[in-house]
């Protein structure tokens, strides 16, 4: 009942930011946790960052102090801010969504995926 439409990605140079965006819509909502994953080819599925609708907020240590984690209630919209982006940051970022009130950093508990923003970052 829960859908996700991811957007923002592009094309930034080492050093530089971008802020993606997720649309959700649909019923029963409330007590979804949210949470960034990503992919590189050839990796897995690797948790970047999650928030809960109470706006508890946890951070993968490889992007802690330079990602940040929101939500705006109003319009539904999960956010990421990217700054001080790496080469290894370079994957495809997808928005998930858990009926879980909190977030988790296994994929496998989440229920609901976007379609994923490629985000490449360059030298």
């Known amino acids: 009942q829960v859908q996700l439409v991811e957007s923002g990605g592009g094309l930034v140079q080492a050093g530089g930011s971008l802020r993606l965006s997720c649309a959700a819509s649909?019923?029963?909502?409330?007590?979804?946790?949210m949470a960034w994953f990503r992919q590189a080819p050839g990796k897995e599925r690797e948790f970047v960052a999650g928030i809960s609708w109470r706006y508890s907020t946890s951070y993968a240590d490889s992007v802690k102090g330079r990602f940040t984690i929101s939500r705006d209630n109003a319009k539904k919209m999960l956010l990421l801010q990217m700054s001080g982006l790496k080469l290894e940051d370079t994957a495809v970022y997808y928005c998930?969504?858990?009926?879980?009130?909190?977030?988790?950093?296994?994929?496998?508990?989440?229920?609901?995926w976007g379609q994923g923003t490629q985000v490449t970052v360059s030298a």
């Open positions: 998930g969504a858990d009926i879980r009130p909190m977030p988790g950093n296994d994929p496998a508990l989440y229920n609901y």
């Open positions: 649909g019923r029963t909502f409330s007590n979804y946790a």
